[in-house]
């Protein structure tokens, strides 16, 4: 309670004052934040590609700025140059982005002016930047959620406790997405700051038109979330505010919200100029506020010499001049480095370890699970496990996790709220401070609210930021239909996923292969979704028994790309051109285990065990040989993953072809439906593949 009456008080008494030197600073900071902005502006032609500035939210953003130290995190929005300006990022160094050049340090000139990324040793850490607004909560809670995480478990030393500052704009907080960061920050209570800058505006649509209430009423409801207000434009007054938040956080441990007024001098982007929607009524009652004229006053005021403040604007104009002309003739990229960094290198190239011990015992695939992550987490402190229902009391709808939480206790495995964008976006911050999260995702029907995380965050962040920072991670995906399931617990959604570049998935069919699929996913620096068909976690479906296994050894890894042929032609068939490839996965291994039975060695079938990377090489290989193919899946056809594949197998084995290459699929339906007999009309079977092969067979 004292902290709350605190902050009210602190909100309009400010005591300390701020050192002249630390004025000059901001006021200089402020002139080249205005020259550049201005240059910015004179040269349209050349500053071609979409930016923002940080007019009108200097004094804010510079005062945040100014109490970081290098072991602090900081994710700034798109117009947050002057925090980078404020780090100590030079003019030259931004501006290389601006105009999308070679050495831009934060992207190599594959993304917009402030969106920064950087593991600079002598400053706060920034992770990749989006331009989704408000999307960077998520992520950014997820560092301050591993930090807590590494101080908990005293997994490194730190001189000061870190602070991680989330900024955005006050129109992006009616994001669902920035909710849940704040319910997670709030209820686990984690050291950050959400600095809001409220300019008014979010592009054309008024505060009126956008919310009822702005951010500091909007986050009265979330119990342990203490919030202040500053007025933005004020530096002396940002300043101490803001020295107070972070001298807060980094003592108490405890989240906070900053909530400052500030006002847009500029245009909302160079795409949106500011009088498409703005009239000079609302932009002189901005420009009244400007955050240089407002220091300028207040230092002529207590006496600083007009004349150096003269000098420091003429300076800050050829400082950003002198940085605008040396940007503009740097080299752009080169082409070749445009595929660089979609993925970071992986160690696992190669299947290790014993897969089939000696007197070893058949496991389920719920137990190989079970035990791939039991013997990563005694192994590596730095893992942990979370999502909905994992937690010690069941273990996960399907018992997949159960006794985890147990052995390793509820700060290493447990529960979430139904958040499945946290749940997901989380990893990326996570992964950044070095540890790595295992999450779940309940059923694959639910993945759909954690998409937006997984394509603009995640599959982004290694290639936007050049390689800087991969996200690390496992997202387990209960997938697939059986039993009557209904049509929100038995979907398939490879296909979307896999339209999604930068990510890796896998799709095991048995034990052995999921254990060593799930190491070599977490020695994988990259993001890794593994689908887990429902259906085969306990073998109870009729003719999934061979799903289980004999359990590798601890050292056993499979790494991915790797397919296998795990029924084999007979060779004087093929040698005849009597004999047909089926490449399938998942449940489809066993429906065409059990369909080729009765054609007696003319069938060979590829399990592709994960879907990205893709095993090419060798079903290539294979269709040459045998001149025909099914491609198998469970999903629905129409513009699906075994679609698309069933093209790239046409166009590089066409001259191999004895007939066109098949896919077989469940019916284009909306859903999967929960009576059994529709069901069972919708999926794909073993019958139903005996009579295709039966068909193609003959040509």
Not at 242 to 251: G, S
Not at 480 to 499: D, K, T
Request: glycine share 8%; net charge negative.
């Amino acid at each position: 309670m004292f902290f709350y009456v605190s902050l009210l008080s602190m909100e309009n008494t400010l005591h300390e004052k701020v050192s002249q030197e630390i004025l000059l600073k901001a006021y200089n900071h402020m002139m080249l934040a205005k020259a550049m902005a201005d240059i910015y502006e004179e040269n349209r032609n050349i500053c071609k590609y979409v930016h923002s500035t940080s007019r009108g939210h200097e004094a804010i953003q510079l005062a945040t700025a100014y109490q970081l130290t290098k072991e602090d995190w900081v994710s700034p929005y798109y117009r947050d140059e002057s925090i980078l300006l404020g780090m100590g990022f030079e003019p030259y160094q931004l501006m290389l982005q601006l105009l999308a050049k070679a050495d831009d340090p934060f992207s190599g000139g594959r993304s917009y002016y402030s969106h920064p990324s950087s593991r600079d040793e002598k400053m706060p850490k920034i992770i990749h930047q989006s331009s989704a607004t408000g999307m960077q909560t998520i992520p950014t809670t997820g560092v301050a959620q591993g930090i807590k995480y590494i101080q908990d478990f005293n997994l490194q030393q730190f001189e000061n406790n870190p602070v991680v500052i989330c900024s955005l704009g006050d129109n992006s907080v009616t994001e669902g997405e920035v909710s849940e960061a704040l319910q997670f920050a709030a209820l686990h209570q984690l050291p950050i700051i959400f600095l809001v800058q409220d300019n008014e505006w979010g592009i054309s649509v008024t505060k009126e038109e956008a919310r009822t209430c702005d951010a500091y009423d909007f986050v009265a409801g979330f119990t342990g979330l203490s919030r202040m207000r500053v007025d933005g434009t004020d530096f002396a007054e940002s300043f101490e505010v803001m020295k107070k938040a972070v001298d807060f956080v980094r003592t108490e441990r405890k989240p906070l919200v900053v909530c400052a007024k500030t006002v847009l001098i500029g245009h909302h982007t160079s795409g949106v100029r500011r009088e498409f929607y703005r009239d000079e009524t609302d932009l002189a009652k901005h420009r009244a506020k400007d955050p240089g004229e407002i220091l300028r006053n207040q230092l002529l005021e207590a006496g600083v010499d007009e004349e150096l403040l003269k000098q420091i604007t003429k300076k800050a104009r050829l400082e950003a001049e002198e940085a605008f002309e040396r940007a503009k003739n740097a080299p752009d990229p080169k082409p070749e480095t445009v595929t660089n960094h979609i993925f970071a290198p992986t160690p696992i190239i190669e299947e290790v370890g014993t897969r089939e011990p000696k007197d070893g015992e058949k496991i389920v695939m719920v137990d190989a699970a079970i035990h791939a992550i039991q013997e990563l987490m005694w192994k590596h402190p730095e893992a942990l496990l979370y999502g909905q229902d994992v937690g010690e009391r069941i273990g996960g709808v399907f018992r997949e996790t159960v006794t985890l939480g147990k052995k390793f206790g509820s700060k290493r495995v447990f529960n979430t709220a139904i958040q499945e964008a946290y749940i997901i976006g989380s990893t990326t911050g996570m992964s950044a401070v070095g540890l790595k999260p295992i999450v779940e995702v309940q059923f694959a029907d639910y993945i759909y609210p954690g998409i937006n995380q997984l394509i603009t965050e995640i599959s982004k962040s290694n290639y936007l930021s050049n390689g800087k920072y991969p996200v690390s991670n496992i997202i387990r995906v209960p997938i697939g239909a059986y039993g009557g399931g209904g049509p929100y617990h038995s979907g398939s959604v490879e296909s979307i996923l896999a339209n999604i570049k930068g990510i890796k998935i896998a799709y095991p069919s048995n034990a052995a292969d999921f254990k060593g699929l799930l190491k070599a996913a977490y020695y994988d620096p990259n993001p890794v979704v593994m689908l887990e068909h429902k259906g085969l976690y306990w073998s109870k479906v009729p003719g999934t028994e061979d799903a289980k296994t004999i359990e590798p050894a601890e050292d056993y890894i499979l790494p991915f790309g790797k397919g296998k042929v795990i029924i084999e032609a007979d060779k004087d068939e093929t040698d005849k051109g009597r004999t047909l490839l089926v490449v399938t996965y998942g449940m489809g291994v066993y429906w065409a285990k059990e369909a080729v039975k009765n054609f007696n060695g003319r069938v060979e079938v590829i399990d592709l065990r994960t879907l990205i990377p893709l095993d090419e090489e060798l079903v290539f290989e294979r269709v040459k040989a045998h001149g025909k193919c099914i491609v198998l899946t469970e999903e629905q056809l129409n513009n699906s993953f075994a679609e698309a594949f069933a093209h790239r197998i046409s166009k590089n084995c066409f001259r191999y072809l004895d007939a066109p290459v098949e896919t077989m699929g469940s019916l284009d339906l909306p859903a999967v439906p929960i009576n059994l007999v529709l069901e069972k009309e919708m999926l794909p079977n073993a019958e139903k593949l005996a009579a295709k092969i039966e068909e193609m067979l003959q040509y």
